[in-house]
């Protein structure tokens, strides 16, 4: 018999039918071990020795393990594939040792990155040691977890009672709050003004254009700051004999983004859902611990706590035999896309956020998810069909329009898609764009891509245009956001 554990008897139940007779899956329902909240937990003086004791209700779930270990010949740790993970898996073994019940038992550590079939028997044939480094991080952050809190709350308490705990993360949070409301409370809103002009062609094409110089200046964001300055402006454009002055186009191609982390899967489930990041965390736990889909119980996305952005080979395999099937050749990029995290710290190990069959298309899943579960699903097999599609072309048109006198030039710009390319499955928000957007062949296509983009009519250099109306717009200057 071999015994294996698990952190969630979601996952227990799930690995227990794929591994059949000869194994017994068990939960430790998380970590088993903790800190006292008390004075000498951790003694810095004494090479930051830690006090661990068993977490309140883990003896139970320590009991039921060391039960099922009485005639066992293994004991496997298979828990999550990061830092918490390897921290779980080193307090049961700690505790079972100190409890000598493992004489006679073989410990192996196995890892994965997916709840499917496949998966978890691959891992069973590449067992290895416990990480070492993983547990020593787990360990530094844990113990300045503790030191920080511990430390800073009493003062905190004393100072604000019924204050929350002062933390190593959420206090400096909490700093980057404040501060973001004393620039809001301090902002002093100004007041400028636009102007635009609905312009016609001798066809009777109609379009519009922003005002951009006035009497050969160039005019800031908040250069027009009064009603009467703005009432000028509209006076010098009724005034003037407009005409095209320059027409230029030019091809840009948008590139998709990578598949989802860990961050960005939480920021675009809040822009695009509206889910908070801890209920956008809850419904992946349950897409990744497995979904009963009818002939069986998998998991429909790998592991959710990743920094990582590349995929494995087989997945972009995969991924591109399936638009090619899907959407044909011609949304398929001569080569895959390989992306690379950026962040210095990022645990690479492990893959970024996908669906662990891509053929298993969000319609097809649809009946067997709650509703929250499938808006989520939809979102990560989008973004990771995307991530390996071919660019969306478009054509950018930017048009100078002024009088032969100089006194006021005014700007049209548009935009026409030529190639949806990776479009056509996943339009990234707004905000993902302004934030993530690479550019590409030196250009970025500009404006909201959930938006349809402007069609202007066909014009040319030295067309005579008409000033149907001139419409000033008045604005004010609003306060930088509070943090989302």
Known sequence: MKVVVVESPAKAKTINRYLGDGYKVLASYGHVCDLPSKDGSVLPDNDFEMKWQISSGSEKHLKDIIAALKGADKLILATDPDREGEAISWHVLEQLKNTKHLNGVDVERV????????????????????????????????????????SISPVLWRKLPGSKSAGRVQSVALRLICEREAEIEAFISQEYWSVEAALGLASGDQFTARLTHLNGTKLGKLDIKTETEASAA????????LAVQSVETKRVRRNPQPPFTTSTLQQEASRKLGFSASR???????????INIGSETTGLITYMRTDGVQLGSEAIASIRQNIDQRYGKHYLPDAPRIYKTK?????????????????RHPDQMRAFLDHDQYRLYELIWK???????????????????????????????GQVMVFDGFLSVYRESKDAVQENGEKANGDQANGDSDDDTALLPSMAKGDHLTTNTVTPEQHF???????T
């Open 280 to 290: 956008t965390m809850q419904i992946a736990q349950k897409l990744y611990e497995g």
């Open 343 to 359: 962040a210095a710290n990022a645990q690479e190990a492990h893959e970024a956020i996908r669906p662990t069959e891509i053929t």
């Open 383 to 413: 973004r990771a069909i995307a991530s390996q599609m071919q660019s969306a072309e478009l054509d950018q048109t930017g048009i100078d329009i002024g009088d032969a006198a100089g006194s006021v030039t005014l700007r049209a710009t």
């Open 477 to 483: 200057t609003q306060p930088p956001p509070r943090f």
């Open 111 to 150: 890892v994965f990155n997916e709840v499917t079939k496949n998966a978890i028997l691959a891992a069973m044939d590449k067992p290895r040691q416990l990480d070492t480094e993983l547990i020593n991080a787990y360990r530094a952050r844990r113990a300045l977890d503790y030191l920080v809190g511990f």
């Open 234 to 241: 509209v006076a010098a454009i009724s005034a003037a004999h």
